[in-house]
């Protein structure tokens, strides 16, 4: 095989894996902060993507439609999440396990069938702008060029979220939320206020990897289902709560997948499930989690 | 108290229940009885996942996994190798327990929301698997005329068989629940550590019931395929895993019969509004939301709240 045709697939794979990470990442936080695991975070990106489609279809003449499109549905989509948080999340902060997970679940369930109901069972399309139309050549190598915009939004949020929880105030917060939240609470910090912040802000990141997800093909209906599955496999490789964990098991799941595509199609979700399996054998906490807390 | 009378007193519920399941088909149209074997094996489906849950305090987000798989060995073996279905049931949970066998020994190694996630995507791992092995099952067009034989074609013949397969299978489950390895579970769940301290195998027990429970999943699913005449990947998904949790929330999970309770309540709800309109998923989302908020404790625990019941009567898990 050439050297320029499996660069194009490890770009892909790459491409892949960051728009892995974004989803991840927000499941990741919102669980490491409150402990709630968010079936609906899938589901709350394919809103974002229907979202950008609807905008960019607003604004179709215009050749920067697409590029205000994507920060327009990141912000209604955290503006959707916020409302969940505050209306649903909010009560079962101290309810046991399978209540938080049957109350994610139904918000999964409900914003599925409102997506049917409001954008219908049609694929969407966004015609890209003309600068993104045309591949791009790396080492000889064709590569599309909206991939590289895909890899910048990825690392941008990576680095941001990292800068974050490093450098900010509220990221010191966040982090010793994740530690203990009675700790943090007892500082007078208003805890319920935190979590309403990270699960917007998880959301947000959510809507904007589906907003940049909508011009990469045609958004179409069960989108999430793949991605959701995939996002806890990266947190279950990577462990959860860690941001460099669900960083490096997205780029592994979104490499081995594109390559896996090549060489073994139908197995290659299977291989995802065997790879996971085998790193909880090593290590039951992912790659960089720490053990459970109960 | 008299002996017999605790038995009256323990008994009478189920009891009562089997015999108005006996007489419905007299009473009722073919669609509502097709409506009430649905609940049966839904039923058997919660049961068994309530086997993990309930008794033994993980929540599995993915039995329709084994429930799939014992769908789709009966619907295999009936199509591709004419097997008759009574050989199919025993073949089915076979399958099943040797498929949560394999999944089951990774996830008895968490607890909690990893045991959750880690079932949920062993879960999908066999829908992906079903889903994209076409040349052996299908893919998503699934399998199709999973015929029963002659004498059971019928709706109510077949409700008859359900009711006895899913009746036997109650029976066993509850004497898995009432013997000691029952209630070694019930110790796992109230105290992990405490039960570790006294010698006891957490992770074997908890594999062996996982296993158990992946069985009669199986067998629900091996009920199912023959019933519906088809069988198809989404049986395995996770929006199928979140029936059974679902059903046995509604019904009260620290009841034997709750999953049972809940699946009546929920099989009815299904029939009723997929008669108007095709947004279920809609509708059940938002009356899993309000049954979670206002009613934690499913039918079993208002029941119990307003004291209809003292907790030891019908083989109540908690406080025993």
């Not at chain 2, 068994?48 to 619907?75: E, K, R």
């Not at chain 2, 997929?274 to 509708?283: A, D, I, M, Q």
């Not at chain 2, 309000?290 to 208002?302: K, R």
């Not at chain 2, 709240?305 to 019908?314: A, M, N």
Request: glycine share 10%.
């Amino acid at each position: 095989m050439e050297f320029t045709f499996l660069f194009s697939q490890f770009m892909s794979g790459l491409t892949y894996g960051l728009m892995l990470f974004l989803v991840a990442s927000g499941l990741s936080l919102i669980f490491g902060v409150m402990n709630i695991l968010n079936f609906a975070h899938a589901t709350l990106w394919l809103i974002g993507a229907y979202i950008c489609f609807t905008f960019w279809s607003l604004m179709e003449a215009h050749q920067f439609a697409l590029w205000v499109s994507i920060p327009l549905a990141a912000l209604a989509t955290a503006a959707t999440g916020w409302v969940c948080e505050v209306v649903l999340i909010k009560r079962i902060y101290k309810r046991e396990l399978h209540e938080q997970l049957l109350i994610t679940y139904a918000m999964a369930l409900i914003f599925g069938d409102l997506i049917k109901i409001v954008w219908g069972p049609t694929d969407r399309l966004i015609v890209r702008p003309s600068i993104i139309q045309k591949p791009l050549f790396l080492f000889g190598a064709p590569i599309d060029s909206y991939f590289i915009f895909v890899i910048l939004i990825g690392v941008a949020v990576a680095v941001g979220l990292w800068w974050f929880l490093k450098y900010t105030k509220y990221g010191h917060i966040v982090k010793a939320a994740v530690y203990s939240r009675e700790m943090v609470g007892a500082l007078g910090i208003p805890i319920p206020k935190i979590y309403t912040w990270v699960f917007t802000l998880g959301i947000f990141i959510a809507g904007l990897a589906g907003g940049v997800q909508s011009a990469i093909g045609s958004v179409t209906l069960g989108m999430d289902m793949n991605i959701i599955i995939q996002a806890f496999c990266v947190v279950v490789i990577g462990g959860f709560g860690s941001l460099m964990g669900t960083l490096v098991g997205s780029l592994i799941v979104g490499e081995v997948f594109s390559f896996a595509i090549l060489y073994w199609p139908d197995g290659a979700m299977v291989l995802i499930f065997v790879i996971t399996a085998m790193i909880l054998i090593v290590k039951p906490w992912g790659l960089f989690g720490t053990p459970l807390r109960a | 108290m008299d002996k017999k009378y605790i038995f009256i007193k323990r008994f009478w519920l189920p009891v009562a229940l089997f015999f108005i399941a006996i007489i419905l088909p007299f009473v009722v149209s073919e669609f509502w009885v097709h409506v009430f074997n649905e609940i049966l094996i839904l039923g058997l489906f919660a049961a068994a996942f309530n086997l993990v849950f309930g008794y033994m305090g993980q929540l599995s987000f993915g039995q329709a996994a084994y429930y799939g798989i014992g769908a789709y060995t009966t619907g295999l073996l009936m199509v591709k190798l004419q097997w008759p279905l009574f050989a199919c049931l025993p073949v089915s949970m076979l399958t099943a327990g040797i498929g949560a066998l394999i999944l089951g020994y990774f996830c008895v190694k968490l607890r909690g929301i990893y045991f959750a996630i880690l079932t949920m995507a062993f879960g999908q791992l066999v829908f992906f698997i079903i889903f994209q092995w076409y040349s052996f099952t299908g893919g998503d067009n699934g399998l199709q005329g999973i015929n029963p034989p002659e004498w059971l074609f019928k709706a109510i013949p077949y409700y008859y068989f359900s009711l006895a397969v899913v009746t036997i299978g109650m029976i066993i489950l509850y004497f898995i629940t009432e013997s000691p390895f029952g209630y070694t579970l019930r110790a796992i769940r109230d105290n992990t550590e405490r039960t570790e301290f006294i010698g006891i195998n957490v992770q074997r027990y908890m594999l062996i019931n996982f296993v158990i429970s992946g069985m009669f999943c199986g067998l629900a699913g091996a009920l199912w395929g023959p019933f519906n005449r088809s069988v198809a990947p989404d049986l395995c998904g996770w929006q199928h895993s979140g029936h059974p949790v679902f059903m046995a929330v509604m019904g009260g999970p620290h009841h034997f019969l709750g999953p049972m309770i809940g699946s009546v309540i929920f099989t009815f709800l299904n029939a009723f509004v997929t008669g108007f309109t095709e947004y279920w998923p809609l509708v059940s989302g938002l009356v899993i939301i309000v049954v979670v908020l206002v009613m934690p404790g499913g039918v079993f625990g208002i029941i119990k709240e307003k004291g209809y019941f003292s907790p030891r009567d019908v083989g109540d898990v908690k406080n025993e």
